[in-house]
């Protein structure tokens, strides 16, 4: 199958990303031999309050990059099925017009219940779209808010999209979005209160901009809808990575980006180990049998664990 997707097969890519948002066995091995093909394409994470218009965004967005001759992937993040713990919206109804496009690749993955919106195996994704080839990935999350802030831990440039009523909730999410936005778009911006939105959004950039060396954040107005402020979005994400070249931050941004991913798979790995252990372990599962209890608390539980010399092995598969 990754012959196949490396040699442009997008069954294979669709069955390859069934693979990763399954959590196969066989994704270590996977995403050993993808890595190494990756590292080209440009990532945008989009994320804002639910009928922001962030599909609508995406779909523009879409358009515009095709017209530019860039292949572009999608990757929509939708709260989970209770039952079947697949995406719930499915593919965005706005972009199918783009589902005929071989230049386009649009899937929908559910968040499966993952801090932050964000399903565990989007960073997985998007390195499966850069080894297919891929120009630029979309990133669309669920929403906005503290819980929506590891979408800078995935994206070269976040677009933070509001809408005129985000005025009264601005100064509440201020902290997390200045800490995620690389541009603001204001979009339905013919609605009563656009231009408030976006003078305390101004405000709000100028102070934080601190000694002036660090990237200015745009913010733009739009109605996406109607095609209208599109194209200074598309200059403002040249803009962020021309500035991110310029001053090597494109470069710690991979360093950083490599660190936190390589966390993320060893606490998800040992995670998974001591699952297992809580399952088959018959020395673990007293432990947390005394913790049920009451006999023991969690604290002293973790600690006599993490002593047990047996368990401790058995955790890092020694024999």
Known sequence: MLDRMFAG???????????????????????????????????????????????TLADKLIAIFRSKGLTTAVIAVDPSSPFSGGAVLGDRIRMQRHSLDDGVFIRSVGTRGSHGGLSRATRA?????????MDVVILETVGVGQTELDVVDIADTTIVVLVPESG????????????????????????????????????????ARGDGTSWSVPVLMSRAHQNVGIEEIYNALLSHQAFCRQNGDIDKQKYDLRLIETMDILVDTIRKRLEALAEQDTSFK????????????????????????????????LS
Request: glycine share 8%; aromatic share 6%; with cysteine.
């Open 9 to 55: 097969d997008r069954l294979a890519l669709s069955r390859l990303i069934t693979l990763v948002e399954n959590d196969d066995p066989v994704v270590t091995d996977i995403m050993e031999r993808v890595y190494p093909k990756t590292g080209r394409c440009y990532s945008i994470g989009i994320t804002g309050p639910p009928g922001a218009g962030k599909s």
């Open 125 to 133: 994704i998007i390195r499966l779209f850069d080894a297919f080839g």
């Open 168 to 207: 009264d909730t601005i100064q509440t999410m201020k902290a997390g979005l200045m800490e995620i936005a690389d541009v603001f778009v204001v979009n339905k911006a013919d609605r009563e209160g656009a231009d408030r939105v976006v003078s305390d959004l101004t405000v709000m950039v100028q102070m």
């Open 286 to 317: 007293q432990y947390l049998a005394q913790v049920a209890r009451g006999t023991m608390n969690p604290y002293e539980a973790a600690k006599e664990i993490l002593k047990n010399e047996d368990l401790k092995r058995h955790l890092l598969n």
